[in-house]
């Protein structure tokens, strides 16, 4: 077994197990639960939109080249600076040549999970660039010392005494401050970051190739203030974040706010043509857009996993998954969790370390009964677990284990005579070494389903 697969189990295993983080996880879900009741009921015809938003991101998909082609030149001719980036130390290099071009010292940043898979803060802090967090949630797992625990809530593990008590060790406020009062003592702080920094750094919600834009969406103005304030803005955005025009906008941001928040529309919304010009009094002087790999060609080359760059990063399938609201986050050690991480994590990484998230699903389709752009996310996952297999990447155990059950279970026969010490002296330990020492597993029956069922019945075997 890999060591990142036995880390997972451990992990796993610690973290379901801990109450505290289960609550917590369990009261922040709820109460995304009720908002995203809510926003779905403002719909009419829900499924109308997702089935178009998913034809949308298919066509564009299939001609992905052709319009990241287009984008690139639109944008350019709008002023905007376009870079590629095949992998994350490319897209770093490129950064810090910009940041030591315009002697920056101090970038500050709106959340941008595309930034968290080139480990950006760490690499400007070791080239001598301060890089600081905005969104309330990064913030606070910034100054935490950890990673964003979830796609689009990046703070969904702490409660709100956690933040206190961390605001308290930091900043020696009250340890039972409000949660209103932590929100107002960050955005004063924050705002003489803004004043003070040469440089912006931002992701994209959506590329817009026709006119060449950057469309971001936010609810708490930091993004704002992250694109005007600065004298250069950087965008990190992923090849897959094309959409075809702005007038598709007024179907995916709706989308992205009802399944990421419950909202009918997030409060801020922004579309970026091009820096600053002349007669403008605010907005950057530059604007680059770094257009990043990193695996994600290798995903696109896979016929059937590919549909996974239709992903809108909204995080619904997060909020979803009975797995991921057990094992949490971080135990994923992934920078994209829950069912979507599971899916393409393996391809923007190496397969064969990350091949068992793939197998961290129950399968029950609720990821794919909530996802705004209907990916299959359920039949991904076994495509996953069906090339694992192929390149021979399962263990032993497993393999033996499943051919084992194959040849009883295609022959009610020979399910019908296998006795109870088979059923319980031997699959019995095997499963109770899966599911581990802290749960408790029922030893089978002496008589069969069957015999009793026809016994009860009285009718002859």
């Known amino acids: 077994m890999h060591s990142n697969h036995k880390q997972f189990l451990v992990d796993s295993d610690n973290v379901a197990f801990n109450l505290k983080h289960r609550n917590t996880i369990a009261y922040n879900i709820s109460k995304y639960d009720a908002a995203f009741e809510v926003g779905l009921n403002r719909y009419d015809d829900l499924n ?11 066509s564009v998909l299939k001609n992905l080249p052709s319009y990241l082609e287009q984008f690139e030149t639109a944008a350019t001719n709008n002023g905007i600076e376009v870079l590629w980036a095949e992998t994350p130390q490319q897209a770093v290099n490129h950064i810090i040549d910009i940041a030591k071009d315009a002697n920056i010292k101090k970038v500050v940043k709106s959340k941008s999970m595309t930034s968290e898979e080139l480990h950006l803060n760490e690499e400007l802090e070791k ?58 003592y960050v955005r004063d702080k924050l705002r003489l970051e803004f004043e003070e920094s ?27 203030f992250t694109i005007t304030y600065p004298k250069i803005h950087i965008v990190i955005a992923g090849i897959e974040k ?34 600053r010009k002349p007669n403008e009094k605010n907005g950057p002087e530059k604007i680059v857009v770094i257009l990043l790999d990193n ?40 920078v994209y969790s829950g069912p979507i991480g599971s899916v393409i994590t393996p391809h923007l990484k190496s397969f064969s370390d990350y091949k068992h998230l793939s197998f961290a699903s129950s399968l029950c389709g609720r990821c794919y009964e909530v996802c705004p752009v209907k990916i299959n996310l359920p039949q991904l996952l076994l495509y996953n677990r069906k090339q694992a297999v192929e390149q021979d990447l399962t263990g032993l155990k497993d ?34 070494n899966i599911f581990g020492k802290k749960r408790k597993f029922q030893i089978n029956s002496k008589s069969s389903f069957r015999k009793e069922w026809c016994k009860n019945r009285q009718v002859k075997t």
């Open 48 to 58: 109308r939109a997702k089935s178009i938003a998913a034809a949308i991101k298919r």
């Open 242 to 275: 094309i959409i075809p025009s702005v007038k598709h906008l007024d179907l995916f941001w709706p989308l992205l706010a009802c399944h990421g928040t419950g909202q009918q529309v997030s409060v801020y919304n922004s579309v970026i043509t091009g820096p």
């Open 198 to 224: 040469g440089m912006g750094i931002s992701g994209a919600n959506f590329l817009i190739a026709k006119e060449g834009g950057i469309a971001l969406t936010e609810n708490e103005g930091n993004g704002l």
């Open 399 to 432: 393999r033996e284990a499943f051919k084992m059950f194959q040849w009883v279970m295609n022959s009610s026969a020979k399910l019908n005579n296998v006795g109870s010490f088979l059923k319980s002296g031997l699959f019995s330990p095997f499963i109770m």
């Open 295 to 334: 695996g994600r060609t290798n995903l696109y080359s896979k016929p059937h996993q590919s549909e996974s760059l239709a992903c809108i990063r909204c995080g619904a399938c997060l909020n979803a998954c009975p797995i991921y609201k057990n094992v949490g986050g971080y135990t994923y050690n992934a």
């Open 127 to 184: 080239a001598g660039v301060e890089a600081i967090e905005t969104d309330l949630g990064e913030f606070i797992v910034q100054k935490a010392g950890e990673r964003p625990y979830h796609i689009l809530t990046p703070a969904m593990h702490k409660s709100r005494q956690d933040v206190a008590n961390l605001f308290n060790k930091l900043y020696n406020l009250s340890p039972d401050e409000t949660a209103e009062g932590l929100t107002a």
